[in-house]
């Protein structure tokens, strides 16, 4: 137990950017959640994959800037997290980016020690992460 409160006490303002950036990405998440675009696009693909029972490795199509007629695509596993987050909410559209959010957040203290190697210094690390975690390219992105 001891342990534990020591590293609490250590990790309290990492903590804390991790509970602010939980509450950004998921504030009024039903409200605001767009279904056109890409999402509606996607979130259809794995509604045909979970109906039709199929495996794909073919993702999304990357968006280019040229007219190129040669399509490009991304892997199919964030097809496969938005259908593992529409499991978890019994369907519900909106779980579709839960696994999106849990590799976010994950991936904050990852960021606050490479901040920390890159920057020497516990406070600008700090600051980075937590314009990181809250930038609103993120949040957008993660939901």
């Keep these: ?18 509970l602010v950036a939980l509450f950004f990405y998921t504030f009024r998440l039903h409200q605001t959640f767009i279904m056109a675009g890409d999402t509606a696009r996607d979130l259809f693909r794995v509604m ?6 199929i495996i794909t490795v073919v993702g999304p199509p990357v968006n280019t800037i040229s007219n190129n007629p040669i399509q ?4 199919s596993t964030h097809y496969y997290f938005g259908l593992v987050g529409l499991l978890i ?3 519900d559209p909106v779980g579709s980016v839960f696994i999106n959010i849990v590799l976010t957040l994950v ?7 490479l901040s920390k190697k ?3 210094k ?16 993120t949040i957008a992105l993660t939901r």
């Design 89 to 91: 909410s019994n369907f």
């Design 122 to 137: 516990k406070s600008l690390s700090i600051l980075s992460t937590f314009i990181y975690a809250v930038s609103p390219i």
């Design 48 to 53: 045909e994959i979970w109906q039709n029972k």
């Design 72 to 75: 490009v695509f991304f892997g």
């Design 107 to 113: 991936s904050i203290p990852f960021f606050f020690v």
């Design 1 to 18: 137990m001891i342990p534990m409160v020591k590293l609490l006490r250590q990790n309290f303002i990492l903590i804390s950017i991790l």
């Design 118 to 120: 890159i920057f020497k």
